[in-house]
């Protein structure tokens, strides 16, 4: 560990840096949850990542189930990753003009996804989702969008919306700072809900420009959207001009190569979204993301359209090479069937865990992503979500922190799981979890 003024390993480190960050950083982080307000307590300091594991500022070591949010599907300082990111950075930073490496990840990216045929580059899911919004509405010239209640789609002004008061009214801001004006346009329905969203096109449909949904929930903890949910989704957005856009910032290349979309389109054959946004794995860990649809539609775009859209840092050539490298690991044969049983173990001895304990909890999972809620069934909206066990949910938090075991610090959040964790991880996890829920058996 760096001893040039950076922390030692000891006890205290933690606590002190994040006195120190809140003294010039609003709350001590930079993107809320960091800071444990849900769960309570001192957010870890993290020093290094090394394979499924993390350290933090005192030197602990703990088994890593956030993986940044989604991007490390490989783990931490995976070789090939590590050894692209050093040769782009001795080529330089950045350029601002165009490199042949943003073609590449392009067409990597391209050719797991069929309902793409072009994307564009940016740096953040926010800036995609926002940017896919502003295509909506340029190409179709509807003003009017569609999203459901506890999916997260970044902090674009429009789409920081919670639900109205009654079936098919238009949403309230959710954050200070945005106006009302903004989010006039903006309906938000509960997710899962048929009979809702039939009211809301047979009110709405000719304003509509889009419907953006998160198609696994990752932003609710795991919430699947249904078949005959997705199937109406689909025929009503077609019946009525608007654009279907799947938010895959957290699903994309991580539930399955082809993202969720690859999935429906197994059940319901023909099925493709019309735009979609990814972020996340596809960077890798560096900042990167992307949004794309048909040729027709992304053409809208400047320079040859006239929806604008740019970036100073997007399609940067060290993020590419993190993001090229990337995918080419996770695109070996076999990958996310090894992915996906090591996480449904996982999920299983979780579930397995807990009813050892007497506990009543629902899992599931799916590729590389997964979920578990102190719940005898998984929710399916967001107010099922928020009426499982929150207590329950904190106090494993901290046991399973306290046993080195790194869940997201907040119940409405998915987990993640890298082909870096072994079995002996998952066996130490599932061993962490029966100690940590084995002192509540009052279910
Ligand atoms: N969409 C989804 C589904 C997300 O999960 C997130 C971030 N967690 C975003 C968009 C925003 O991405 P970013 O944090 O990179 O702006």
């Known amino acids: 560990m760096s001893t040039d003024g950076a922390a030692v390993a000891g006890d205290g ?62 783990g931490h300082r995976h070789p090939a990753v590590q050894a692209a990111v050093h040769a782009a950075v001795d080529d330089g930073l950045s350029f601002g003009a165009p490199t042949e490496r943003e073609t590449l990840l392009a067409e990597a990216i391209l050719q797991h996804v069929p309902s793409m045929e072009q994307l564009r580059f940016v740096s953040s899911g926010t800036e995609a989702a926002m940017s896919a919004l502003r295509l909506a509405r340029g190409a179709t010239g509807r003003n009017v969008i ?3 209640e506890g999916c997260y789609h970044g902090h674009a002004d429009a789409l920081l919306v919670k639900a109205g008061s009654g079936l098919a009214t238009f949403g309230h801001p959710t954050s ?7 989010v006039r346009d903006t309906l938000v329905l509960e997710y899962n809900n048929v009979a809702q969203l039939d009211e809301a096109f047979a009110l709405h449909g000719e304003r509509i420009a889009c419907v953006m949904i998160e198609p696994i929930c990752g932003n609710m903890n795991f919430v699947r959207a249904s078949l005959p949910f997705m199937k109406r989704l689909r025929e009503l957005t077609s019946r009525h001009g608007a654009l279907l856009v799947f938010d895959e910032v957290m699903t994309g290349f ?17 099925f493709a979204p019309d735009l979609s946004v990814f972020g996340k794995v596809i960077g890798g860990g560096m900042p990167l993301a992307a949004f794309g649809g048909k040729r027709a539609v992304m053409e809208q775009l400047a320079p040859l359209g006239p929806v604008y859209q740019a970036g100073t840092l997007s399609g940067n050539p060290v993020a590419t090479a993190c993001g090229l490298a990337t995918l080419q690991e996770i695109s070996r044969p076999g990958f996310f069937e090894a992915l996906s049983a090591r996480t449904r173990d996982l999920a299983s001895g979780l579930g397995e865990a807990a009813k050892g304990a007497g506990v009543a909890m629902a899992t599931d999972s799916e590729g590389g992503m997964f979920g578990f809620f102190f719940a005898t069934t998984l929710p399916r909206n967001y107010g099922e979500v928020m009426a499982t066990d929150k207590d329950r949910f904190n106090r494993f938090f901290h046991a399973m922190l306290d046993r080195g075991v790194y869940l997201a610090p907040a119940l409405y959040e998915a987990g993640f799981v890298s082909s870096a964790h072994s079995q002996a991880d998952i066996a130490e996890t599932v061993a962490a979890a029966a100690a940590s829920l084995g002192g509540h058996t009052d279910r």
């Open 146 to 148: 569609v999203k459901f």
């Open 176 to 182: 200070a700072g945005v106006p009302e004006a903004v």
């Open 13 to 74: 480190n933690n606590a002190r840096l994040f006195e120190q960050a809140r003294r010039v950083i609003p709350g001590g982080v930079n993107s809320p949850v960091r800071a444990f307000r849900a769960v309570g307590g001192t957010p870890r300091f993290i020093a290094r990542g090394d394979g499924a594991t993390i350290t933090d500022a005192d030197g602990r070591r703990y088994i890593d189930y956030i993986g940044s949010w989604g991007p490390m599907i490989l």
């Open 254 to 270: 991580r539930v399955a190569l082809g993202g969720a979309q690859a999935l429906y389109a197994r059940d319901l054959p023909g």
